[in-house]
């Protein structure tokens, strides 16, 4: 066992007791529901013994691209609001003078779009025994979460779900969230109530503080729970360069305090590319801190098991806690944090943005579930996203790393040229620029319900406007790539 490690094991084995003896030990309370025979008919007064999750033999999967997986990626707007959208009206916040919000939909009309800017990466969210598995719990079961998991909303299903997750990111244990954003922040802010659990008189000096080292371009939902987590005194904030390996290991060379935390996203939402991994592992060796990784864009998508980033680069076991959300390659709701048993004790304990959420409703927790099947099932949707990803890069030799990607346009004016165009075209591309991302670009996501068309069309239009060839090393932090 690796000394740093050893030295986070003892420490949250030290916290978890004075956790509990503080009365502040929160544990989880299984219910089982019961469930109604028959509409019209009482339901039963007493919970059968036998597990209410269906078998994995219940949910029908296919091989190959179906007829209702395209439809994830087709939209329609309203005709009011894509006439917006052209006119570069998008951010105006003078809705009640749009003519959208006064006409009834079957007075308006609609544009139909080729979506390619969603993130249900695996299209996912029209399968038919996803749906089936909805319908079922809810005719069964309602469609309330009934309070808190702390208090009466924790079930068969949620339990069941958090073994899928616990499973396929090879974890001892897994703690469902309402969403990713409060996933993070309950894990950020319970790591920093450590140092005040173990201190005397429940201030820690700067040497007992948590030194937690933070990827400057992480998702705001870490960014929050760390600030938030800094205000209650445990953990003082480091920021290291995107993707900078180097300048990383020279900050935890010269930081004196004992307890370190480096958190990252493994994917990032804009430019797509990859936090370096293997580096990352080899620091975590020589310096013994806790790593955790936001694994949001790679859940479901990376690894031949969909185990995401973790399981694409082999080092599931290196990552102490991987925070990940179910609204994307999951094409549900909701967030979790895969970790150890004693961590998700804690982290259930100390992490407010879990302790005072409500639980998933019995039927997105039962959907969920049968998407984490599906997904295992099926595992050509991720053979097709990558089939895609090669795809945009042989036709633009844009050094594509994952389904996220960023055309970078330029200025605001010419960005909002190929976006109209594309637009009128038939494609849903979202224009994004200054504060969101420092320079004018494209944000395209590619999904398993993409055609090779699809990707041929769009890519014809972008070059009459860009010189991809000038693109080559638009980012130079795709340095790491997945295996594709």
């Known amino acids: 066992m690796e000394i740093g490690k050893r030295s986070w094991d003892l420490w949250i084995e030290e916290a978890l007791p004075k956790v509990e003896s503080l009365n502040m030990f929160i544990a989880l309370r299984p219910m089982r529901l019961p469930t109604a025979k028959q509409q019209g008919q009482e339901v039963e007064e007493e919970a059968t013994s036998q597990a209410i999750v269906p078998n994995e033999e219940e949910y029908e999967t296919f091989q190959g691209v179906q007829p209702w997986d395209r439809l994830s990626v087709q939209i329609s707007i309203p005709e009011s609001f894509f006439q917006r959208l052209l006119n570069g009206e998008e951010f105006t916040t003078k809705y009640e003078r749009d003519d959208n919000y006064k006409v009834s939909s079957s007075q308006q009309q ?13 299209a996912l969210g029209r399968h038919p025994a996803i749906a089936k598995a909805t319908i079922k719990a809810a005719a069964e079961h309602g469609t309330g979460p009934r309070g808190s998991p702390l208090v009466c909303g924790y079930t068969d299903y949620h339990i069941a779900l958090e073994s899928g997750l616990a499973q396929l990111k090879k974890k001892e244990a897994c703690l469902l969230c309402p969403t990713g954003f409060s996933a993070n922040m309950a894990a950020m802010v319970a790591i920093g109530s450590i140092a005040p659990l173990l201190c005397e008189g429940g201030k820690p000096t ?35 360069k995107h993707c900078d390996p180097i300048h990383l290991d020279a900050l935890l060379t010269s930081c004196k305090m004992e307890k370190k935390v480096v958190v990252t996203d493994s994917l990032f939402s804009m430019d797509g590319d990859f936090a370096p991994m293997v580096e990352l592992i080899k620091l975590r060796k020589k310096h013994g801190f806790l790593l955790v990784v936001d694994d949001a864009h790679g859940s479901f998508v990376f690894g031949k098991n969909g185990g995401g980033v973790t399981e694409e680069f082999n080092c599931q076991d290196e990552v102490d806690i991987v925070v990940g959300t179910l609204s994307k390659g999951a094409a549900s709701i909701g967030g979790f944090i895969a970790c150890s048993k004693i961590w998700k004790q804690f982290i259930q304990s100390r992490g407010r943005a879990f302790i005072f959420s409500a639980a998933h409703p019995v039927p997105l927790a039962a959907a969920t579930y049968a998407s984490l099947v599906v997904a295992r099932n099926e595992p050509w949707r991720r053979l097709e996203v990558r089939k895609r990803i090669r795809e945009f890069q042989a ?58 068309e699809d990707i041929q069309k769009l890519v014809k239009i972008i070059s009459n406007h860009v010189k991809f060839e000038d693109m080559e090393n638009y980012n130079p932090n795709l340095h790491v790539k997945a295996k594709l």
């Open 395 to 452: 036709l633009t030799g844009i050094p594509v790393a994952s389904q996220v990607l960023s055309v970078i346009i330029g200025t605001k004016e010419k960005t909002w040229q190929v976006n109209r165009e594309l637009l009128t075209s038939g494609f849903y591309v979202v224009a994004i620029g200054p504060p969101v991302a420092n320079t004018w670009r494209l944000r395209v996501t590619l999904t398993a319900a993409h055609t090779t």
């Open 206 to 240: 700067m040497e007992e503080k948590i030194a937690v080292f933070s990827n400057s371009l992480n998702h705001a939902s870490i960014v929050d729970g760390l600030q938030l987590a800094k205000q209650h005194g445990g953990l003082e904030i480091f920021v290291y």
């Open 110 to 122: 609609y544009k139909k779009l080729v979506l390619f800017a969603g993130n249900d990466f695996l």
